[in-house]
């Protein structure tokens, strides 16, 4: 095998195509092989075994586990180097002509929830329009498409936005009260569980798919307000109307800044073992992560990664080629 | 000598067999084909297969077998401080696998193979072969002697496998005799090679079933056994504590299926009744092959189609107005545009059916006074039916199968309700999606897919078994 | 055994059933039927004879135009049933071959049980009331085709498990429950042994007292024995056309007595 | 004969002109019969028409592609600071270094003609072109040497809002919302356009180009993609015809009849109703992780989609050889003919329309699918072309089916145009691949 | 014309050729062949009477084990031709059969051209060296089997547009063609006119000096013109066996003796 071959998250997918294409053209190497999958399928392949029909790149949009690890070092593949190489902005986005949104958290759970607080109660939530979550919402009704659980973009909308909205209109407080559990831990956990209960009548949609899919869904629903990710807002400027969160505009800037709150990491991780052994490996991680391309003012950051600040300290561990140690 | 040269020159020698087998069995009674056991090509045959069926099984053999034994012997002659720290034997060997070709590559074109394994990097780069690091002066020496190996191994087996098809070649001449039953040994060997076939189906049977069972077993020991078969509800969530219940997949899929074949099996039977009863020769040479188009349009399209054109429309048209919701994706969207993409899975091959009932049967219909479609209805139909339920049960099977309409058109939500215009999804949605998805891959949410795969590889046996019951009460047989 | 039935034949000069004018029949380029011009008559049977391939089916098959299922079959001329061109464009087909029945002369019984092939006629015209009323008709029929006392266990057992002539019977069978105004029948008991044959020569003779028959048969005897009027076809040409025993006694044609003496074929 | 026979009095005689009203009733039904007929296939064919009339209009526009003409002067002080040509050192000259010389060289043509509309700044005018032009002058350069030095005349890419503009994609008020194009640049552009210096010619490359990246629509092509799919229709059609139809000839012909052939059967039945992805999982299993195959690679793709089509094959072989009638067996086992010999001469060919039309779609099904391609690493990104088979059936390649899926997914709306024209191209090789097996069917079918 | 060609039989004391040993014959439950015995000699016409249904075809198909092919049917007995057990394990049915020709009740010409069906045997048993040999062969079977004249024009046609009759011949110059010592042939002449019957029957006759046939007939007359030996079946059981002569003078059974009078059907 002369080529380099990644696998993992149809998030960091075009990042790494840009990556590997720029890579094939400028150096004497191959293009590296991309493949999409998913982030889990991904770490699955790495962590497969050594050798050359195994991939020696798997990219993430999410940090790998334990058990991941564990995986990994049952079939000897003992090393693995993890690079975060930017973030990923989540936004909230409509239909061009329609009104504009300034949502908080406490919005989007209130839309979205199966209870809500009210009045220091939990109750069934029955808003039907936006106009009935808060008043000066314009009467629209609540449509709105969210990732399906099988993409690491949920979790980050679980944790950042209803969780958080749950615990700011007050309604974490009350599950919590309301709890069974033995000790404050399970009553936590069970009020968090109770927060991620959505709506099953049609207010909240999954989406398996990917961005373009919810696109087209605002295109043939006028109602729906989707969560997409900030680069593929930016390549659709013109179509969507981004909302604020906490009255701020999501972009590179504001992400980069810590402003707006909804954002992830975004990783690759790479096998040690192949580094020396596949051509171009090393070559591959270092363009990678080099200002060049990673930085703010690269081909990444133009596209819409939020370029990572701690970059130096990445470029410097990839050139030493550190191995990751045990997760914190 | 190369593989393909080594192939060529065995099947030039078995075509020379067959030609000069059934000249010699020709010969053998001057010329009068009459006293032969056999046609001459059978003894022609026997020759073709004798000499090129051994041959490339034991070229085959040995292609699998040598790397095996010159890894073993070169390994031995990498030292284990040579392997670094979280490497393994396999990648240094493959490192030394690529050296070798490289030499080889550099001694095609006539330079001079570097002496010391400090220049060779270098030395391969120029001939376009990249390697990682630099090699170890051990792996250089393993790498000659692989290459040395090899070069030995591949003669070796050119020369064995040219003996072995010439011992076969003169084997088989050498067995021609007029009485000599060539063509039972021929057809013998015909019908191992369709027993070979057939096995193949079960072999992939075989396969499926244990590449998905290892891990449904590892899902079962990390989610209850009796949740996945009988909780009503599906709702995956990516930190853990899911409920993982298969029955609104079931429900869903079942629903989906049903609505697509009632789209599909109508309008392709009456297509297939159309084409081959009615339609003039010219009409039939056109639709058909256009009717098949339908099943080679890449279901994304079918999926985009439902997604911005029918599901709207029902929801505008029907659901609505009718009171049942407000969801553009639906069972109905998806069972509908999957219906369009099934039409030629049932027209095409319950035409061919269709057509081949003999002509007499109609003539004796008509002969008595009946119309065309009574015909049809009652004398083709049902003499038709075993290979119309053929192509419904594999219409069937494709509904199914289909993801990209159900994920566009049905949405993703496992639900079960009797709305046709309620969003729900299919077993094989889900099994892709949770195997595409990032969550961790040892979690129940991931591993779910193998136990739905493997539930619905038995439930769809059950339903088979069922159809064939059926069929097998049906069926008529004609003339 | 020949003559066991030989009866003296009244050939009442009854009214024409069918008139055909000048026919030709075309398969493709090849001209298989020439200029026929025949009158059959009611209450009739009409036998055709003639040697293979002359064009005995062919014929036959234009008096209820089965020839139309045949795509490459031209028909010229006119034919009357009761003075109406049945090739005429108001003409139904089905109609027609409601009138004008037909058996072939291989054996096609459907792909259904014994009951249901003989039932099909009268199901599809309509011809019975209810359940019991079928039945009889199914019965009588299979009767009259001496095939009832054979099958008569095993109704529901499928037509094509029958042997040849069983076969054969049971579409007769089916073709005489629909009561036809015409019969036609190709070879009826070429695959049939002495007794079935016999009986079905006997059910053409009750047929002949309503309707009107026409039989293609290689017999003499049989024509001798069941027909009034008999028809010569050679080459595609009606040769002779009288009564019976007038053609086998004193043939007006040099060409069918030869044909009648085993001269030509 | 008996006197009362003669006294029936003869059925009521219905004029065959009139039509009675059980005739006109079965009439009715069978026109309405007919009509179904005729509403079914109708149905199929409006289906087909709204398809093809959508992907058509979406994706002809992806045939061409705009481009901008222009004088590039090729700087030797920046492109070989040695000043020795050796390609090496050229090499290390990248698209940055290339991309700023064709930045100026457009800016410098737009001002020297007076094109530039005011307010545009000359980063943003260089926007214009395609990030792929620069790639494309440096492969030039590096494949001729000699052109160093000297001004050449190029057609370089346009970017793909740029080309949007030409096909009615992108419009002024689209760019005023767009961040990712500005008005003065569409201005720019039209310019240009009517200046004779930009326009839309046919886009060979997108029949041979390999894919491009997220940033470069404009570049994106289906070569490898169609040499992808081409390779393991070629394993697809070896392999999955003579398995498939030897199959179903011992099973419907050879094999006794039993519990045992029931079985296999069923088994067949249901293996075509095995979701397409378990036999991803099986690929991955059974050729990649024990056979060692490599991952990506057509021989794989191929062999999966072999077992995934051998089921649909046998099912309408076997469906088409059980309805050859008996007799045409029993004439020629009568005369002493094998049943081999019977099966391959009489059976079989009265059997090929049957088969041919499960190849169809058989075939039709394997070329488009991509969901078992998932796990064994063909829905990937690959730039390289695979060498010719046999050695390429071990490269990496995509196929078409997924490059329309991965193209559904970008983000860019350039992409849409490039699923569909992709769709196309799939479309248009399913028709040269069943074009033979359609007329092979037309030649076998008769009645007999 | 019945007796047009009646001569003196000799019925020579030939060699057996076909030797059937308590055969029986189940379809399914049913039981076809009941315990049939009969030696038929080389060089001789046999001729197999019997109503319809009662077993003809299905102890013929048992002689070059035709039956294998229905799946439910089943044989028990011995059946030796030259002295060899046919359903021994070691016999091979297509040499059995390239021995032991068949023509079939129903004519089934295969979909292909008139020559091509004939010249299938020859070929598949590779009786010719060329060419111009197979031509020979071709023409020859299709005289025999007086077709030759009619379709000597048109020999690329398909066979199956020809008439029933001519279908009939061209099955049975297909059979004629491979030169089997034994030919069975299943009511040959049900579909042939007279003429075409006579030179079936001379052929018969001419076969007779090399090989066996054995004919299945529903015509008393020609089993009394064209065989020496006659085998009268009744309900599965082979009731009467002997010369033809004596079999249809002085049946010893009283039930051949019904049929043959046309009592029993
Ligand atoms: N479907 C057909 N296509 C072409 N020619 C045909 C077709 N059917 C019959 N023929 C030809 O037309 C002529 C008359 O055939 P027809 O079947 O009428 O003969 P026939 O008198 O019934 O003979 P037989 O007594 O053998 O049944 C023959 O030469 C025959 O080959
Ligand atoms: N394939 C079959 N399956 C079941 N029963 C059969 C089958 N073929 C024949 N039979 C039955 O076996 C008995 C003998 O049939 P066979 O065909 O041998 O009669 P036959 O003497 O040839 O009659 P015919 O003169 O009418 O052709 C009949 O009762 C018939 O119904
Ligand atoms: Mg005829
Ligand atoms: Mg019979």
Redesign the interface.
Known sequence: RDQIQTAGSSTVLPYATIVAEAFGENFKFPTPVVESGGSGAGRKKLCEGVGENTIDIANSSSRITQADIDTCKSNGVNEIMEVRFGYDGIVFASEIKGPEFAFTPADIYGALASNVAKDGKIVPNTAKTWKDVKAGFPTQNILMFIPGTKHGTREVFDTKVIEAGCKASGAYDLFKAASKGADDKAKEKDAVSACNDLRKDGASVEIDGDYTETLARIAANKDGIGVFGLSFYQNNTDKLRVATVNGITPSVETVAKGEYPVSRPLYFYVKKAHIGVVPGLQEYIDFFVSDDIAGPNGPLAQYGLVPDPELAKTQEMVKNDVAMGPLK | MSIGILTLIVIALAAGGFLLGRQIAVGKVAGDIRKLHSLPGYYGQTVFLFTAVPALLLMLGWLLVQPLLIHERVGAMIAPEDIASGSSASLVMSDVRRIADGLALIEAQGAAIPADAGTVREALGRVGVALGTDVKPSVYAAAKAYGAMSATGGKAMSVAVLVLALAGFGFAIARIRPAFRARNVSETFVRALLIGASSVAILTTLGIVLSLVFETVHFFKVYPFADFFFSLTWNPKFGGGSDLGIWPLIWGTLYISLIALLVAVPVGIFSAIYLAEYASKKVRAVVKPLLEVLAGIPTIVYGLFALITVGPALRDWFAQPLGLGSSSSSVMTAGVVMGIMLIPFVSSLSDDIVNAVPQSLRDGSYGIGATQSETIRQVILPAALPGIVGAVLLAASRAIGETMIVVMGAGAAAKMSLNPFDAMTTVTVKIVSQLTGDTEFNSPETLVAFALGLTLFVFTLGLNILALFIVRKYREQYE | MNDMRLMERVVDDTRIKISAKDVQVWYGDSHAIKDVNIDILDKTVTAFIGPSGCGKSTFLRTLNRMNDTIPICRVEGEILLDGENIYDRKVDPVQLRARVGMVFQKPNPFPKSIYDNVAYGPRIHGLTRNKAELDEVVESALKKAALWKEVKDRLTAPGTGLSGGQQQRLCIARAVATSPEVLLMDEPCSALDPIATAQVEELIDELRENFSVVIVTHSMQQAARVSQKTAFFHMGNLVEYGDTTQIFTKPSDPRTESYITGRIG | ?TAE??N?P??K?????Q??A??RR??A??TR??A??????A???I??A???W??LGQGLSAFTQTRIAMDVTLDAAVLDKSGKRDPVEL?KA???AYGKILDQALVKQATDKGLMPEGLSAKDAAGILS?EAP?QL?RMVLDNPALIGTTVQIEALANGRIDGLLKGRVTME??K????VSPAQLVLAQNLKDAGLLAKSFNFDFITAPD?????PEAAGLGVAILGSLYMMMIVLVLAL???V??S???EE??A?NWFT?L????????????????G??G???F??FA?????SPLVGGLVLT?MT???I???T???L????????????????????TVF??VLP?AM??IM??T??GM??A??E??PL??I?M??????YPAAP?EGFLD?AAAL?VQ???F??????AFLER?SGA?IV??VF??LM?VAA?LLR?KF????
């Open positions: 004969m026979a003669t029936i003869a059925p005689r219905r004029s065959l002109y039509l009675d059980r005739t079965r009439n039904s069978e019969f007919r179904y007929g005729v509403a079914a296939i149905f199929g064919m289906a087909l709204v398809l093809l959508s992907i090499a990248t698209t940055l990030k790639a440096r689209s760019a919302l767009d961040s990712n491009a990246s997220e940033v470069r003579p398995i498939g030897a199959a000839i011992y099973l050879f094999a009849k029931d296999i059967e069923v088994n067949i039945a249901n293996l075509a109703a095995v979701p397409s992805i378990v036999y999982i099986l991955l299993a059974v990649i992780n060692g195959m490599p991952q990506s077992l051998l089921p649909t046998i099912i309408a076997r469906a088409s059980k309805a050859v009638p008996p007799s045409i067996k029993d004439a020629a086992l009568g005369i002493g003919a094998s049943k081999t010999q001469h009489h009265l329309p049957g039309t499960g169809i779609i039709a099904h070329l488009g991509t969901a998932l796990l690493g829905v990937a990104f690959v730039r390289d046999p990496p089916p329309v899926y991965n559904t997914r970008r983000a860019d709306p699923a769709i799939l479309l399913l028709a069943n359609i037309r079918e008769r009645r007999w």
